[in-house]
């Protein structure tokens, strides 16, 4: 599956951004998805995950209550919407699917296919 991460962008603290997520090539229900950031200088860190049928979400602890991860598998697209975003959020995003069943979503080796990263930048 190949995927495409877009919706990027500079927003201002307090802001909202919605990132889109586009699989093209193997049906797209059959994965887990899950989204990932890298700030500068920092390793790269979990932030949302979604199970194919989209009944089970995990977050982790720095975001909850502040972004969802809705899929749409009609359209071949996975979100990442973001609310009252923080100059911390400040990333490139990376999307990510998984083929093997809901066991580990918040690790990078639960991953097998990654798409390019875009962008999030968040001023104070």
């Given amino acids: 599956v ?17 990132l889109s997520c586009a699989a093209s090539g193997r049906t ?8 990932f950031r890298q700030a500068p200088g920092k390793e790269r860190e979990f932030v949302a995950a979604i199970s194919r049928s989209g ?15 809705p899929r749409d598998n009609a359209k ?6 973001m609310n009252s975003l923080k100059p911390e959020d400040t990333a490139v995003y990376y999307c ?10 918040g690790t990078e080796s639960f ?14």
Wanted: charged share 10%.
């Fill in 55 to 69: 009944l089970s979400t995990y977050y982790a602890d720095s975001v909850k209550g502040r972004i969802t991860i």
């Fill in 76 to 81: 071949n697209t996975v979100y990442l919407q």
């Fill in 28 to 35: 797209f229900s059959v994965y887990n998805m899950g989204w």
């Fill in 111 to 124: 991953y097998d296919y990654w798409g390019q990263g875009t962008q999030v930048t968040v001023s104070s």
């Fill in 96 to 105: 990510a699917a998984a083929a093997r069943g809901w066991t580990t979503p």
């Fill in 2 to 18: 190949q995927l495409q991460a877009s919706g990027g962008g500079l927003v201002q603290a307090g802001g909202s951004l919605r």
